[in-house]
């Protein structure tokens, strides 16, 4: 089968594309049929290495190369096969979720790590969802515990996080404030977003409005002036990479956090620990608001996999649009 790999830390040009067995599957195991695969940030963050901290994340990375060298998280397919003590899928399924290696033809799962295909999405837009999908709804129901009402403002709204972000808020009866460029207004609006702001014409942060919940997706936005629009006793969650901190040895994010825990502790901002985690029940959450019709990805690029480095370099450059897809 086919497999994207990369033996070597770099940019999108390490990618390559080998032959590899198709891997065999344990008793509580799944082998899925991949038919289309999302790029996230994450993905390129374990090509390049970077930051630093991510080579000594157990069994992922090395210290000089890649451990595992494969590449992709969040994939939509067909299970081909199953394990003797899987009980929850069987040969046929249409399933989404998240492991790593998902960019290959073939690829094992955990039954933890996948759930049921949304039934009103198609492959491409499933495998949208499970990263950029945890990442918002963690963030903005478990960190920023966002209450109907409330005034959120969502920085990096037309992004692969921010897209979710903006829906799954307005979902939980916010009122709903976008940051972005003006190609994406349009678009911003039209996901539900109560007031976009154009940060190419607006400076947000100087304004004086303020808001309940303010979660950073992307962005170069300092603590200081995301705080200067966080209303007393509000809480700022920095769910992208940027932590508005100077990196040193790549980890800036690390002291954006001790920053962030510091000010907490001082003031009546709440700027709470956050890193998005896998969760099936959250992969159930997300397939139900789907399914409602209260969430829907948004994809801006499809690659083949064959196109995969060219497909890296767009995401990297931070303008897309959505989501990024990679069609098998």
Same mark, same amino acid.
């Given at each position: 089968?086919?497999?994207?790999? @990369?033996?070597?830390?770099?940019?999108?040009?390490?990618?390559?594309?080998?032959?590899? =067995?198709?891997?065999?599957?344990?008793?509580?195991?799944?082998?899925?049929?991949?038919?289309?695969? #999302?790029?996230?940030? /994450?993905?390129?963050?374990?090509?390049?290495?970077?930051?630093?901290?991510?080579?000594?994340?157990?069994?992922?990375?090395?210290? *000089?190369? =890649?451990?595992?060298?494969?590449? +992709?998280?969040?994939?939509?397919?067909?299970?081909?096969?199953?394990?003797?003590?899987?009980?929850?899928?069987?040969?046929? &399924?249409?399933?989404?979720?998240?492991?790593?290696?998902?960019? #290959?033809?073939?690829?094992?799962? #955990?039954?933890?790590?996948?759930?049921?295909?949304?039934?009103?999405?198609?492959?491409?837009?499933?495998?949208?969802? =499970?990263?950029?999908?945890?990442?918002?709804?963690? /963030?903005?129901?478990?960190?920023?515990?966002?209450?109907?009402?409330?005034?959120?403002?969502?920085?990096?709204?037309?992004?692969?996080?921010?897209?979710?972000?903006?829906?799954?808020?307005?979902?939980?009866?916010?009122?709903?404030?976008?940051?972005?460029?003006?190609?994406?207004?349009?678009?911003?609006?039209?996901?539900?977003?109560?007031?976009?702001? &154009? @940060?190419?014409?607006?400076?947000?942060?100087?304004?004086?409005?303020?808001? &309940?919940?303010?979660?950073?997706?992307?962005?170069?936005?300092?603590?200081?002036?995301?705080?200067?629009?966080?209303? #007393?006793?509000?809480?700022?969650?920095?769910?992208?990479?940027?932590?508005?901190?100077?990196?040193?040895?790549?980890?800036?994010?690390?002291?954006?956090?001790?920053?962030?825990?510091?000010?907490?502790?001082?003031?009546?901002?709440?700027? =709470?620990?956050?890193?998005?985690?896998?969760?099936?029940?959250?992969?159930?959450?997300?397939?139900?608001?789907?399914?409602?019709?209260?969430?829907?990805?948004?994809?801006?690029?499809? @690659?083949?996999?064959?196109?995969?480095?060219?497909?890296?370099?767009?995401?990297?450059?931070?303008?897309?649009? +959505?989501?990024?897809?990679? *069609?098998?």
């Amino acid at each position: 089968m086919k497999s994207v790999v @990369y033996s070597k830390y770099g940019s999108a040009e390490v990618l390559e594309i080998s032959e590899i =067995p198709i891997p065999t599957i344990s008793e509580n195991q799944v082998l899925v049929k991949v038919q289309a695969v #999302s790029i996230n940030p /994450a993905d390129w963050h374990f090509m390049r290495g970077t930051p630093y901290l991510v080579r000594l994340q157990s069994g992922l990375s090395g210290l *000089t190369k =890649p451990k595992i060298g494969k590449f +992709g998280l969040d994939m939509a397919g067909v299970v081909e096969a199953v394990g003797a003590k899987v009980s929850e899928f069987k040969v046929g &399924d249409e399933v989404f979720g998240e492991s790593m290696g998902a960019l #290959s033809e073939y690829a094992v799962f #955990s039954q933890s790590s996948i759930a049921m295909k949304p039934a009103n999405l198609d492959y491409e837009q499933a495998a949208a969802v =499970p990263m950029a999908g945890f990442t918002a709804i963690q /963030a903005l129901r478990d960190k920023a515990k966002v209450k109907a009402g409330q005034r959120v403002l969502i920085v990096g709204a037309s992004g692969g996080v921010g897209t979710f972000a903006v829906q799954i808020a307005k979902a939980m009866g916010a009122n709903v404030t976008g940051v972005c460029s003006t190609g994406n207004v349009d678009m911003v609006k039209t996901i539900g977003a109560d007031r976009v702001i &154009d @940060y190419t014409k607006e400076d947000f942060f100087t304004g004086a409005d303020s808001y &309940d919940v303010i979660v950073q997706t992307a962005g170069n936005y300092t603590l200081k002036q995301l705080r200067a629009v966080l209303a #007393s006793g509000g809480t700022l969650v920095l769910a992208g990479d940027s932590s508005g901190v100077k990196p040193v040895f790549g980890m800036g994010f690390v002291f954006g956090m001790l920053e962030a825990l510091v000010i907490s502790k001082l003031t009546k901002h709440n700027i =709470p620990p956050f890193l998005a985690k896998r969760s099936k029940e959250d992969l159930v959450a997300l397939s139900e608001l789907i399914e409602s019709g209260k969430i829907k990805p948004v994809i801006d690029r499809k @690659y083949p996999m064959a196109q995969v480095a060219e497909a890296v370099t767009y995401l990297e450059a931070g303008h897309a649009r +959505g989501k990024v897809i990679i *069609t098998l």
